[in-house]
């Protein structure tokens, strides 16, 4: 089963950017679709992006459309996720997710393997 790790995350000034990268190792990369979720304290966890393998399809939550970016190195076995023009909403913690079995994209429960997180500040 395929492990992952997060990287990336920081403090950052509203409206500036940052790239979230997500490392996979121990698996077949190719038998997985990626994703990014995020969650604040008190919150439920809530979907961010998701791509399909190898790549060519990929989605966004509507609070992130024309912000945030995916985009998967399949020869690196690494996801990543470009955001810009943060703001403090789009403060949380971040998570990579993969999963090999079909369902909707956009629901936690889908996902088989996730990472431990990193985190993003925005300071106004």
């Known amino acids: 089963q395929v492990q992952l790790e997060e990287s990336g995350g920081g403090l950052v000034q509203a409206g500036g950017s940052l790239r979230l990268s997500c490392t996979v190792s121990?698996?077949?990369?190719?038998?997985?679709?990626m994703c990014w979720f995020r969650q604040t304290p008190g919150k439920e966890r809530e979907w961010v992006a998701a791509?399909?393998?190898?790549?060519?399809?990929?989605d966004y939550a509507d609070p992130v459309e024309g912000r945030f970016t995916i985009s998967r190195d399949n020869a690196k076995a690494m996801v990543y996720l470009e955001v810009t023009n943060l703001s403090c909403e789009d403060k949380a913690v971040y998570y990579c997710?993969?999963?090999?079995?079909?369902?909707?994209?956009?629901?936690?429960?889908?996902?088989?393997?996730w990472g431990q997180g990193t985190q993003v500040n925005v300071s106004s």
């Open positions: 997710a993969a999963r090999s079995r079909l369902g909707d994209h956009r629901l936690p429960n889908v996902y088989d393997v």
């Open positions: 121990g698996g077949t990369f190719s038998s997985y679709a």
């Open positions: 791509i399909s393998w190898p790549g060519g399809v990929t």
